[in-house]
């Protein structure tokens, strides 16, 4: 069956890096694009970038210019490199999947960006 495993949160301070995982298995992954979002408590689950099958990628306004996505097909895996973090993007970050209508989401990878 298909499924998303997101790796790579923890905590970090303010100004920080982290690179965040997503594995993918049960699907040919590189047939299919793939997209971050991020969840605080109490909110709305909030878009973060999108990584198209061919490669072609897009990021909310908040992280653009801070955070890069990227994909490695052979390892079936998406990467998201999050640069000069703030507290702001304390979350938990989960990739999904679409298809014809249907969501696939992982378990999530808390990022906690605190001094």
């Known amino acids: 069956q298909v499924q998303l495993v997101e790796s790579g949160g923890g905590l970090v301070q303010p100004g920080g890096s982290l690179r965040l995982s997503c594995t993918g298995s049960?699907?040919?992954?590189?047939?299919?694009?793939i997209h971050w979002y991020r969840q605080t408590p109490g909110k709305e689950r909030e878009w973060v970038a999108t990584?198209?099958?061919?490669?072609?990628?897009i990021y909310a306004d908040s992280v653009k210019g801070r955070f890069t996505i990227s994909r490695d097909n052979a390892k079936n895996s998406v990467y998201l490199q999050m640069n000069s973090l703030v507290p702001e993007d304390t979350a938990v970050y989960y990739c999904?999947?679409?298809?014809?209508?249907?969501?696939?989401w992982g378990r999530g990878t808390l990022v906690t960006v605190s001094s």
């Open positions: 990584i198209t099958s061919g490669g072609s990628t």
């Open positions: 049960g699907f040919k992954f590189s047939w299919y694009g």
């Open positions: 999904q999947r679409r298809e014809n209508g249907m969501q696939y």
